[in-house]
């Protein structure tokens, strides 16, 4: 019998660890996960910091710290962080 908790590749499992983390509220646990993740080349963890930041999600709003993981995060890739981290500088500058 094929279950999902199996079928996922072995590389996208700590992903999905800090993205459990996250759904249940442990921000922190879940930032120092990403941001690990990050450091090994995942855009999506990229973004997830970015997200963290932006959104005070176990951190202090930091609108500068969110554009800086969004940048990085486009340069590792993300197409969503490169249109977030946009939206995000055009909105700083409307300010």
């Known amino acids: 019998m094929l279950t999902f908790e199996n079928a996922m590749p072995e590389h996208l499992q700590p992903l999905a660890e800090a993205g ?12 120092a996960q990403f941001e690990q993740l990050a450091a090994r080349g995942s855009a999506t963890a990229s973004s997830m910091v970015a997200w963290m930041h932006r959104t ?26 490169m249109s977030s981290g946009v939206a995000l500088s055009r909105a700083r500058r409307q300010a």
């Open 20 to 31: 459990a983390l996250f759904d249940a509220q442990e921000y922190l646990p879940a930032m």
């Open 56 to 81: 005070g999600a176990g951190v202090p709003v930091s609108v500068e710290l969110a554009q800086q993981w969004y940048e990085y995060a486009s340069k590792q890739g993300s197409h969503m962080a």
